[in-house]
Structures are given as C-alpha cells and as structure tokens.
C-alpha cells in the first residue's frame, strides 16, 4: 500500500509540480489549496506525511499546523515557505514541524525531506513494535514432547502467510503461540494488532475493527482507524473468537473474505493486507452445532488449527516453569531469589492445575513473597495445590431424585460445594476453574445456600 503524502499550498502551479514529482516516486499523492481544505482532507484519509506551506490566505501554515499537531500528535509535517528565515523555521520546529524546506523548491532536497520524514514515521513504529515484544514475551517454555510438537507446528507454520486457529483452555497460553508465531513470520517488523472479541460490545465492533469517520456517530469527533486498518502488513489477533456475537461474526466474515472494507460513516473502499490468527477456548464445531458460531466464519478461519496443550498433560515442564517464573518475580519485585525443593516440585507436578500455566504463575509469586525461607518446601504449598492428583476431588454426590431437572440441580450443588472447598471457597479461582463469570457463581451460592456450608 502506497504512502499517502498531503501536498498544501494555495498555489496552484506549485501543487502540480509536487504532485507529480511525488507521484513518478510511487506516493499517492492529495492536494489541498487551504489549511481549512487540508484539515478536512486529513481527518478523512489520515495521510503519512504533509506537506504544508506556511503563507497562505486565511488559515496560515503555523495556525494550520498547531491544529494539525492537536488532533494529530503523531503525524509528520515538512514545512515549504518561499519567505524562510531561521525565526520561522524555530517556531514551526518547536510546534511539531519534521522539517523546513524553502521554496523555489529542489526535487532533490524535497525527496529527501520526504523520505527521512517517512523513516522517521516507520521508526517510531517500530520502537512501539520493541516495546510490544519486550512487554508480551513471545517465548514457549518446556521440552515435553506436547510443548515440541508444538514448537515444531509453530515453526512449519509462522514463516507462511497461512491463517491460523489455536484452540486451548484458559491460561495454556494462546496468546503467547499467536506471538510466537508473528515472531518468527516474515511480518514480525510490522505490528501485531489484538482484538479481544469478547471484551467488545456488539454495537461498537465496526468502529472497532473497520474504524469511523468523523460525525459517524454521536462522539465520533474525528476519524478514527480501525484494527484492520492498523495491522496492515502485519498479524490481526482475534482472541477470543468464539465469543463473538453472530452479527459481528458476520462483518468480521466479509472482511476476511474481501480484504477490504470501508469506515463507518465513510464510503471509501480501504484495501488491506494482514495475516488472521484466531483463538478460542471454545469447541467451535459444538457451537456452530448449536448455532451460535457460523460454520463458514470457521472453515474460512481454520487453515492450520493448532492446540496448545494444557499443564497437566506437560507436568514435566514445571521445574522448568517454575524457575523461570521464580526468576522474573525476582527482578520485577526485588526480592532476593528463592529455589523450590525437589519434594515440593513433585507436589506441584500432582496437581492438575485447571488453571494451566497462568494457575501456576499465580502461586509462585505468592510463594516468592509469602515463603519464609530461601527454599520454598512442601509444606509451604497451600491448598488445594498440596494435593496429589486424584485427591483433589472426593467428589461422589448422591443423587436422590425422581425428575431429570432435580437431579441436575443436585448434581450442580454438589458439584460447585466440592470445588469451593477445593479452592478453599476462593470465588476467583473457582469460577476461573469451572470456567463461568465470577457474578455468575455468586449468584448459583446464594441461589443453593451454599454460604451456610462454608467452614
């Protein structure tokens, strides 16, 4: 996709002359007679660089630029004056001009401002880039054969332009494998841009995903790009996929299938280039069964299904994890480094940890800070993680009923009274383990009095 220059000038030979010594150099390339007519120009195409003279009729180029850098912090402007003077060049600088060119203007000196406004712009996004994968560590832990046969799925996969589908319980680390394989595909110098699909209200996922144009809708100020927009040339993360509504399914769908879309509110066709990686923790040939996931949203998504394996079928790799963990709360907190015992690593390798590794990253920073001693043993692994596997649950409940409906009721009182004790009637890590919403278990205690049982 070509680079979009903004050419401002009220003079209409000069604009002739820019556009088309821009345009032989491969930009596409809009014009504006005014720093009114520009304002309105780059709150519909937002364009990677301006070009702005500064004497012109009405709005000035300081005037325009000031309103430019208001709404725009991040977009670069070169500066053209045929009257320059060192004053006005300091001023423009201090108010967020890149550069300053004088007229009559050199093609060789006008290219050259232009390029290394637009390196400067591709910088920038990649200095964001550093820091998006210094803060999410795109590394995957462990030699058991489920984590290699994984790393080696990765490994075919990430360097292809394939769409990718990774499917997991909570906490095995979906997001992770989604940035592990940007990493290492030929898109890693572009951005990976996350959408999480469950956290995004029906009514706004096409702002969301497609981006507005200013005066859309109520509070739609300016032009706003949306994900797709953003993750151009680079990896869009739909997580959590399968929580997805059927009418933002539908939307999502035409744009994956086209590559093209326009903003809400706008009519201008937008034509992009990523790479889809999905996630779920849903079985989504279960709920395209019961109609609430569209079946060609999910072939069109699952190219390469990859599953990430949960804790308990890798509980070799814990030392492993838990070292490193041990290791990073260390620097992040402070606080002098602990080692755990060989008795209380096999504790934690019993354990079936419903929670997976996010489970496991939890208690060892509480370990690191509730330990007494340097070495964390077995008797300071609290309940339920002290339990072997098999004892963790005594759960046999009675079913004394004549009815379907009665059963189940006793079923699930029983069955949420046996992992509240568990879980030491922590409502958090029950309702994670279970895999319902924190409201939702409270109301299911109250609804079975299951608080006069807590002991």
């Given at each position: ?18 556009e088309g010594i ?6 596409e390339?809009?014009s ?14 937002i364009?990677?660089l301006?070009?702005l003279?500064?004497w012109?009729?009405g709005m000035?180029?300081?005037?325009t630029?000031?309103k430019?850098?208001?709404?725009y912090?991040y977009?670069?402007v ?6 320059g003077?060192?004053?006005t060049a300091v001023k423009a600088?201090k108010l967020?001009?890149?550069?300053f060119i004088?007229?009559?203007l050199s093609?060789?000196?006008l290219?050259h401002?232009v ?9 920038e996004?990649?200095?964001n880039?550093?820091?998006?994968k210094h ?16 790393k ?8 292809t332009?394939a769409w ?7 906490g095995t680390?979906k997001?992770?494998?989604a940035?592990?394989i940007?990493r290492?595909?030929?898109r890693?110098?572009?951005?990976m ?7 995004i209200p029906?009514?706004l996922?096409?702002s969301?995903?497609?981006?507005h144009?200013?005066?859309a ?5 300016s032009m ?8 151009h040339?680079?990896?869009?993360f739909?997580?959590e996929?399968?929580?997805m ?7 999502t ?10 903003r ?10 990523v790479?889809v990686i999905a996630?779920t923790?849903k ?5 395209i ?5 569209r079946?060609?949203?999910?072939f069109r998504?699952?190219v390469i ?6 804790l308990?079928e890798?509980?070799?790799d814990?030392?492993e ?20 015992s ?10 079936p940890?419903?929670g997976n590794?996010r489970?496991l990253?939890n208690?060892?920073e ?8 340097k070495?964390?043993?077995a008797?300071d692994i609290?309940?339920?993680f ?6 963790e649950?005594?759960?046999?409940p ?6 379907l ?11 949420l009274e046996?992992?509240l004790?568990?879980y030491?009637?922590?409502i958090?890590q029950t309702a ?7 409201s939702?278990l409270?109301?299911?205690?109250k609804?079975y009095g299951?608080e006069?049982?807590?002991?």
């Amino acid at each position: 996709m070509a680079r979009t220059i903004l050419v401002v000038d009220d003079e209409a030979s000069i604009l002739r002359s820019v556009e088309g010594i821009l345009a032989d150099e491969g930009f596409e390339v809009v014009s504006a007679e005014s720093g009114t007519a520009a304002l309105e120009k780059i709150d519909k195409l937002i364009p990677d660089l301006v070009l702005l003279d500064i004497w012109m009729p009405g709005m000035d180029g300081i005037e325009t630029l000031v309103k430019i850098k208001e709404t725009y912090p991040y977009l670069q402007v070169v500066i053209m004056s045929g009257h320059g003077t060192i004053e006005t060049a300091v001023k423009a600088t201090k108010l967020g001009a890149y550069d300053f060119i004088e007229k009559p203007l050199s093609m060789e000196k006008l290219l050259h401002s232009v390029r290394k406004a637009l390196d400067y712009y591709q910088l920038e996004e990649e200095i964001n880039l550093l820091k998006q994968k210094h803060k999410e560590k795109s590394k995957l832990t462990g030699h058991s054969e489920p984590i290699r046969r994984l790393k080696e799925q990765i490994r075919i996969v990430a360097p292809t332009n394939a769409w990718v589908l990774i499917s997991g319980e909570n906490g095995t680390g979906k997001e992770l494998v989604a940035h592990y394989i940007h990493r290492l595909s030929q898109r890693s110098h572009k951005p990976m841009v996350e959408v999480n699909c469950a956290a995004i209200p029906e009514d706004l996922i096409e702002s969301e995903l497609f981006g507005h144009e200013k005066g859309a809708f109520t509070g739609a100020g300016s032009m706003r790009k949306g994900k797709f927009d953003l993750a151009h040339e680079g990896t869009i993360f739909l997580d959590e996929i399968g929580d997805m509504s059927l009418k933002a399914q539908s939307k999502t769908l035409r744009i994956l299938q086209e590559q093209k879309f326009e903003r809400v509110g706008g009519t201008r066709t937008i034509e992009v280039d990523v790479r889809v990686i999905a996630a779920t923790n849903k079985n989504l040939e279960a709920e395209i069964e019961k109609g609430t996931f569209r079946d060609d949203l999910y072939f069109r998504l699952n190219v390469i299904p990859i599953k990430v394996p949960p804790l308990r079928e890798r509980a070799e790799d814990i030392p492993e994890l838990v070292e490193e963990f041990l290791e990073e709360f260390s620097v992040s907190t402070n606080i002098d480094p602990k080692r755990v015992s060989g008795s209380a690593l096999e504790l934690l390798k019993k354990y079936p940890w419903p929670g997976n590794v996010r489970e496991l990253k939890n208690l060892v920073e509480r370990l690191m800070i509730m330990s007494p001693g340097k070495v964390i043993e077995a008797t300071d692994i609290p309940a339920p993680f002290n339990q072997a596997r098999g004892q963790e649950s005594a759960f046999e409940p009675r079913i004394l009923s004549d009815t379907l409906k009665e059963a189940k009721n006793q079923f699930e009182r029983a069955f949420l009274e046996a992992k509240l004790r568990e879980y030491d009637w922590n409502i958090s890590q029950t309702a994670e383990a279970i895999g319902i919403e924190r409201s939702n278990l409270h109301k299911k205690i109250k609804a079975y009095g299951l608080e006069a049982q807590r002991s």
